[in-house]
């Protein structure tokens, strides 16, 4: 999908969803609310009816409300056992062929735990596992963008240098950007010009088209020495958004944002109306 400003969305149905776990009632409130997409949320698991994921297509163009997806949480391809490593990489292909059906063209996912393992071994699990995904998904006829996640606890493999050298190496890969797990990981990236070094790496590193297309999350948040501890509202953090906004909007960025605050569509619709008025 080509971009021409960054599009506003939650993660999950609206609150004002009055069934919760009916997605396609959730993109109706998407364009109801005035927001741009919405993220399906497989995060306990990877279940759909087929009827569902066809309704979701159909909606979802008819409204042009473009989806994105998160895979389950309980992923970790460092896992200690080769049948968990394995385990998780079927849910990464299932979450990948259930978002196919929907018609989602990024899905993201929390790809592992370092498990006091070396930074570097763990990479190379990482990387050697999604190879083995790329391939069984091209056999699959299935084109979807897998976007490892900049994780916000430092026991979590995703640090921003890891995912763009992941990148680099795996042709289907590319990084989904969360700017609030990076502020919680590192302690820093917080003002405008930190934000703008960010933007400027990813270029560097997977080209200068790579920012047209990206996929980002959003929330405010609150942390500890070891990491992010939970989401919050972004007015209740000090995560500096505004200053987010500019970065991405003098920069030219493009793509997905997708807020994971708990009051989700508030504070999309306060992202969407600041960035509009840039």
Not at 108 to 137: C, G, Q, W
């Amino acid at each position: 999908m080509s971009f021409d400003r960054i599009l506003f969305g939650t993660a999950g149905v609206p609150n004002c969803t009055e069934k919760k776990n009916n997605p396609v009632e959730g993109v109706i409130n998407v364009h109801k609310l005035g927001l741009d997409c919405m993220q399906l949320e497989f995060a306990h698991g990877v279940r759909m009816k087929e009827e569902i994921s066809s309704a979701l297509r159909k909606i979802s163009y008819e409204l042009n409300i473009p989806l994105t997806s998160h895979g389950p949480y309980y992923i970790n391809l460092n896992a200690r056992e080769q049948d968990k490593i394995d385990s998780s990489v079927e849910r990464i292909i299932q979450t990948a062929k259930i978002s196919d059906m929907c018609g989602a063209e990024s899905m993201t996912f929390h790809a592992a735990f370092y498990m006091k393992d070396s930074p570097y071994d763990v990479f190379d699990l990482v990387e050697k596992s999604m190879n083995v995904i790329e391939e069984r998904l091209s056999r699959l006829d299935i084109e979807i963008e897998l976007r490892p996640e900049l994780t916000g606890k430092t026991s979590q493999f995703g640090s921003l240098e890891e995912l763009l050298s992941l990148s680099k190496n795996i042709n289907s890969c590319l990084p989904c950007l969360d700017f609030s797990h990076l502020y919680a990981r590192t302690g820093e990236f917080n003002t405008y010009e930190e934000f703008s070094t960010v933007i400027d790496r990813v270029k560097e590193n997977l080209g200068p088209d790579s920012t047209g297309n990206l996929h980002m999350h959003i929330s405010g948040i609150s942390s500890n020495a070891k990491g992010d501890l939970k989401h919050l509202n972004l007015k209740e953090s000090d995560f500096n958004w505004k200053d987010l906004l500019k970065a991405l909007k003098d920069k030219k960025c493009t793509g997905y944002m997708i807020c994971n605050s708990p009051n989700l569509e508030e504070d999309a619709l306060m992202l969407k109306e600041y960035y509009m008025a840039l």
